[in-house]
């Protein structure tokens, strides 16, 4: 499983005043890629033993985050550090090029 | 440790070779690539695959992954790097570690052909997309396009058109190759314009989509003459040059077609498409023996990878299946004479 669950309402909270590097994954249930990205988050999660956090926003519950984002295909991965987004990727995208983006911004 | 069998690809054919080969008593390994499932993945519902009267792609291949899974084929869900044929037990590599395999399958299937346009790449994830199904929901109420001809063109059109009420599919002949039954679907939609004889120039806009540079093509009987003029007059676009038009759009689905994913296995022979090419033995009889061989004894193919005919679920499932009794009787084979 995430970290945790991202939401509209708790994205300032959780994501943007975070004290440490967020990964968010903007996903939706009918999307067959997010599915295969879900696995390989786990992956990193478990692998990151908490240094950083990995967060999962379902576009269809939340969609003012998708649009303040301008998230416009998913899956999209966004890392925030410090409240802004510093990495964005879009489609699936591996354990190393993931745990090689965070590895980076862990102090 | 040395596999029996090691299949390269997890869409239908991968998995279905996976289920065959260990019920056929062979130790298999299927090396799935990070993104495990094939093109069904990006589609969402099939109703052609017999057993199911209406399933989503990616329902269908967690399905068919749970039952090779549940049969004890172990999975690797991670890209195969290399393949070295040399010498026997073949060598897969994924990354730094070798898994020996007697046999191999390829089943790496086809992945999207992009437009190759210079602005492609930049805007790829920013309204130029190759799965309406996934991205369908940032397009509601925009005006989008669809690019192709073939069956996933018409697919592309009638998700997008669920959602968009201004959809432009976009071809570069004068007659679509799909299957009749999906065009007259397609045709029969309100919102959906068909523009034949048009090329995709360019996409564009800086940040996100914007507008299509379209081009007209020389004059046929079947196209309707003046409709891009038309289009783009009517959505606000302009014309940039003599056979030159832009048409403004929020969102582009590439359906062109597919490229068989061989970059990794440089010794097997490929036809002109791309495909790599089967060797049907034939046998004392002169009755066809082996229907799934490459070039390579011992590696065997199965799914889109080669068969750029008929692409479908079923029959990458139904290659799958040959593969692997052909790899268990070669096996058998090969055995006896060494």
Same mark, same amino acid.
């Given at each position: 499983?995430?970290?945790?669950?991202?939401?509209?309402?708790?994205?300032?909270?959780?994501?943007?005043? =975070?004290?440490?590097?967020?990964?968010?994954?903007?996903?939706?249930?009918?999307?067959?890629?997010?599915?295969?990205? =879900?696995?390989?988050?786990?992956?990193?999660?478990?692998?990151?033993?908490?240094?950083?956090?990995?967060?999962?926003?379902?576009?269809?519950?939340?969609?003012?985050?998708?649009?303040?984002?301008?998230?416009?295909?998913?899956?999209? @991965?966004?890392?925030?550090?410090?409240?802004?987004?510093?990495?964005?990727?879009?489609?699936?995208?591996?354990?190393?090029? @993931?745990?090689?983006? @965070?590895?980076?911004?862990?102090? | 440790?040395?596999?029996? #069998?090691?299949?390269?690809?997890?869409?239908?054919?991968?998995?279905? $070779?996976?289920? !065959?080969?260990?019920?056929?008593?062979?130790?298999?390994?299927?090396?799935?690539?990070?993104?495990?499932?094939?093109?069904?993945?990006? /589609?969402?519902?099939?109703?052609? !695959?017999?057993? !199911?009267?209406?399933?989503?792609?990616?329902?269908?291949?967690?399905?068919?992954?749970?039952? $090779?899974?549940?049969?004890?084929?172990?999975? #690797?869900? &991670?890209?195969?790097?290399?393949?070295?044929?040399?010498?026997?037990?073949?060598?897969?590599?994924?990354?730094?570690?070798?898994?020996?395999?007697? /046999?191999?399958?390829?089943? /790496?299937?086809?992945?999207?052909?992009?437009?190759?346009?210079?602005?492609?790449?930049?805007?790829?994830?920013?309204?130029?997309?190759?799965?309406? *199904?996934?991205? &369908?929901?940032?397009?509601?109420?925009? *005006?989008?396009?669809?690019?192709?001809?073939?069956?996933?063109?018409?697919?592309?059109?009638? #998700?997008? &058109?669920?959602?968009?009420?201004?959809?432009?599919?976009?071809?570069?002949?004068?007659?679509?190759?799909?299957?009749?039954?999906?065009? $007259?679907?397609?045709?029969?939609? *309100?919102? #959906?314009?068909?523009?034949?004889?048009?090329?995709?120039?360019?996409?564009?806009?800086?940040?996100?989509?914007?507008?299509?540079?379209?081009?007209?093509?020389?004059?046929?009987?079947?196209?309707?003459?003046?409709?891009?003029?038309?289009?783009? $007059?009517?959505?606000?676009?302009?014309?940039?040059?003599?056979?030159?038009?832009?048409? *403004?759009?929020?969102?582009?689905?590439?359906?062109?077609?597919?490229?068989?994913?061989?970059?990794?296995?440089?010794?097997?022979?490929?036809?002109?498409?791309?495909?790599?090419?089967?060797?049907?033995?034939?046998?004392?009889?002169?009755?066809?023996? !082996?229907?799934?061989?490459?070039?390579?004894?011992?590696?065997?193919?199965?799914?889109?990878?080669?068969?750029?005919?008929?692409?479908?679920?079923?029959?990458?499932?139904?290659?799958?299946?040959?593969?692997?009794?052909?790899?268990?009787?070669?096996?058998?084979?090969?055995? /006896?004479?060494?």
């Amino acid at each position: 499983m995430a970290d945790i669950t991202v939401t509209d309402q708790n994205f300032d909270t959780e994501v943007i005043q =975070s004290g440490k590097p967020v990964l968010v994954d903007f996903w939706a249930a009918w999307c067959g890629p997010c599915r295969m990205q =879900s696995p390989i988050l786990e992956e990193v999660a478990k692998t990151l033993d908490g240094k950083a956090t990995i967060g999962k926003l379902n576009v269809d519950d939340n969609p003012a985050s998708a649009q303040r984002f301008g998230v416009m295909s998913i899956p999209t @991965l966004m890392i925030f550090k410090n409240g802004t987004v510093v990495k964005q990727f879009i489609g699936v995208q591996s354990k190393d090029t @993931l745990l090689g983006e @965070l590895n980076k911004l862990i102090n | 440790m040395i596999y029996d #069998v090691i299949i390269i690809g997890s869409g239908p054919s991968g998995l279905t $070779a996976g289920i !065959y080969s260990t019920r056929l008593g062979l130790h298999p390994l299927i090396i799935a690539g990070q993104t495990w499932g094939g093109q069904l993945m990006l /589609t969402t519902d099939v109703e052609n !695959y017999p057993g !199911y009267r209406k399933i989503t792609g990616p329902e269908l291949m967690q399905k068919m992954r749970d039952q $090779a899974e549940g049969l004890g084929v172990e999975i #690797v869900d &991670a890209d195969c790097t290399r393949l070295e044929t040399k010498e026997r037990p073949f060598h897969v590599a994924v990354g730094d570690k070798i898994f020996e395999g007697k /046999t191999v399958i390829v089943a /790496t299937g086809a992945d999207t052909r992009w437009l190759d346009v210079p602005n492609e790449g930049k805007l790829r994830g920013r309204g130029v997309s190759s799965c309406a *199904p996934c991205d &369908a929901f940032f397009f509601r109420g925009k *005006p989008v396009a669809v690019v192709g001809g073939g069956d996933s063109a018409m697919e592309e059109t009638q #998700v997008i &058109a669920k959602v968009s009420p201004d959809v432009v599919l976009i071809h570069r002949r004068d007659e679509f190759r799909a299957q009749p039954a999906m065009v $007259a679907k397609v045709s029969a939609l *309100p919102q #959906v314009k068909l523009l034949y004889n048009t090329r995709v120039v360019d996409v564009l806009g800086d940040t996100v989509l914007t507008g299509l540079l379209l081009e007209t093509g020389t004059l046929s009987p079947k196209q309707q003459v003046g409709s891009l003029p038309e289009l783009v $007059a009517k959505f606000g676009g302009e014309q940039k040059s003599g056979t030159q038009w832009i048409l *403004p759009r929020s969102g582009v689905f590439v359906a062109i077609g597919l490229i068989p994913n061989t970059d990794r296995f440089p010794g097997l022979t490929l036809d002109a498409h791309g495909n790599i090419v089967r060797y049907e033995e034939k046998d004392g009889q002169g009755m066809l023996s !082996y229907f799934t061989k490459t070039n390579i004894p011992g590696v065997f193919t199965a799914g889109d990878v080669h068969d750029g005919r008929y692409k479908q679920a079923i029959t990458a499932a139904a290659f799958g299946c040959m593969a692997a009794l052909d790899v268990a009787r070669w096996l058998s084979e090969t055995d /006896t004479h060494t």
